[in-house]
């Protein structure tokens, strides 16, 4: 359950509004999610944080699926819930396959172990691997 309620377009005000319609605009549908509707309790946060998350995730030398599943493995990594499903679902509709979010997750497992080791056995890092 949401710590605050969610902000419907009827309840949002224009700051808000214009943000939802730049949402809309960009992803080429009518839905807003719910994250984006908590956080309209802060329009300024809300603008912030969408105006990042374009930039972040729009074109660059990175493709938009690899992005998607990135952002998985640091959601899943820092325990979202929500971020590890929603960027799932648009992973899937940029073509990742079964088979990918599959190996996905084994990745996101082995690096959960192999980081847990290193962590608790306190190995020092290999001049060779310092920038």
């Keep these: 359950m949401a ?5 419907s377009d009827e309840e949002a005000t224009p700051e808000v ?4 319609d730049d949402i ?3 992803r080429g549908g009518d839905f807003i999610n719910n994250f984006w509707r908590a ?3 802060d329009p300024a946060l809300l603008k912030a944080t969408w105006e990042r998350l374009k930039l972040v995730m729009g074109s660059g030398e990175i493709d938009p699926l690899t992005k998607e599943m990135i ?3 640091v959601s ?3 325990a979202c819930e929500y971020c590890a ?4 679902a648009a992973a899937k509709a940029k073509g990742m396959t079964e088979a990918q979010h599959g190996e996905l997750l084994s990745v996101i497992g082995m690096a959960s172990q192999t980081n847990a080791l290193a962590t608790a056995l306190q190995v020092t890092v290999d001049d060779m ?3």
């Design 129 to 131: 691997f310092k920038a």
């Design 85 to 88: 499903h929603s960027h799932t």
């Design 24 to 26: 809309r605009t960009t």
């Design 76 to 78: 899943v990594a820092n």
């Design 3 to 7: 710590t605050v309620t969610l902000i």
């Design 39 to 41: 956080l309209a309790h």
């Design 17 to 20: 509004r214009a943000v939802f």
């Design 71 to 73: 952002y998985i493995a």
